[in-house]
């Protein structure tokens, strides 16, 4: 079980630059700004529960897995303000030069609550009902999901109550930039592609799986209970002032003589998620 009132949780990444710079002009250069990550992430609580029971024949066993996460008047907040991703320096322009800036992240991601949930069971030859009352969750005080007579129950309860989640994500930009009018650029490829800027904040997350692994198909009772809420709580996400291109901030101004620009595959998004839950009872027969 995890609790928390009161808490602030932050993460900030502010005024960094990933780049391959010149001081004069590029010529016969090959620059690549490729596969780099900025990311900020904060979490309240996160949990990775796992009950496995191996039997080598037959089993009639009981069991139980319990989740209980709750996040009070608390802030999970992550932020990422001024991030350049970039070739500069152009000011002498690029001759039969290839200059790239491809596949770089950047990604704020903030969560309340977020659990993965495994309870497994194997038996050579079967699995069998138990000869007892199965099992029996209460829910009393601290959890709303409660399972009664069966053999294998997975439970997880999530909530936040008055708490502020928020992943933010303000002036970045990521591409060949430093073209300006008096510059040029000739018999040179330039690429800005697969780039990603992704703000995610979500409330309550859970993976929840059971299961049953026999040689016959025999199965004793199981049963996945998923109980998420959030009350009085704000759940936001945000990208603003953000360029992904090609130039003097990036914005093609200058002369181009049989030379290539490519600018595709890039992504900007923003996800606000409240909650968000995979739920699976599964056979090995």
């Known amino acids: 079980m995890q609790f928390g009132d009161g808490a602030t949780m932050s993460a900030t990444v502010n005024?960094?630059?990933?780049?391959?710079?010149?001081?004069?002009?590029?010529?016969?250069?090959?620059?690549?700004?490729?596969?780099?990550?900025?990311?900020?992430?904060?979490?309240?609580f996160t949990s990775i529960n796992v009950l496995s029971l191996n039997a080598g024949s037959s089993s009639n066993a009981m069991a139980a897995l319990a989740n209980v996460q709750q996040l009070d008047s608390s802030t999970v907040s992550a932020s990422i303000d001024n991030v350049g991703i970039f070739t500069g320096n152009l000011d002498e322009g690029a001759t039969s030069s290839?200059?790239?800036?491809?596949?770089?992240?950047?990604?704020?991601?903030?969560?309340?609550?977020?659990?993965?949930?495994?309870?497994?069971?194997?038996?050579?030859?079967?699995?069998?009902?138990?000869?007892?009352?199965?099992?029996?969750?209460?829910?009393?005080?601290t959890s709303r999901v409660a399972f009664t007579g069966a053999d294998y129950a997975l439970i997880n309860d999530q909530r936040t109550d008055n708490v502020t989640v928020s992943s933010t994500i303000r002036d970045v930009d990521i591409g060949i930039d430093g073209l300006n009018e008096t510059t040029g650029v000739d018999f040179s490829a330039l690429s800005v592609q697969d780039n990603e800027v992704r703000a995610v904040a979500t409330g309550n997350d859970a993976v929840n799986q059971l299961v049953l692994n026999t040689g016959t198909f025999q199965h004793p009772?199981?049963?996945?209970?998923?109980?998420?809420?959030?009350?009085?709580?704000?759940?936001?996400?945000?990208?603003?002032?953000?360029?992904?291109?090609?130039?003097?901030?990036?914005?093609?101004?200058?002369?181009?003589?049989?030379?290539?620009?490519?600018?595709?595959?890039?992504?900007i998004g923003a996800t606000a998620i409240g909650n968000s839950a995979i739920n699976v009872i599964s056979s090995g027969d």
Do not use: C, K, W
């Open 98 to 141: 290839s200059l790239t800036v491809d596949g770089n992240i950047v990604e704020a991601v903030s969560g309340a609550n977020r659990s993965s949930n495994l309870l497994i069971t194997t038996a050579g030859a079967t699995l069998q009902e138990s000869s007892g009352a199965g099992v029996t969750i209460d829910p009393g005080a």
């Open 221 to 267: 009772s199981a049963a996945i209970g998923n109980s998420q809420s959030n009350d009085g709580t704000t759940i936001t996400a945000s990208v603003t002032n953000t360029v992904i291109g090609i130039g003097e901030s990036l914005t093609l101004n200058a002369n181009s003589t049989n030379s290539s620009f490519r600018v595709r595959g890039n992504s």
């Open 15 to 44: 005024n960094s630059y990933i780049s391959a710079s010149a001081a004069e002009d590029y010529n016969n250069d090959a620059v690549m700004v490729e596969d780099n990550l900025v990311q900020a992430e904060a979490r309240g």
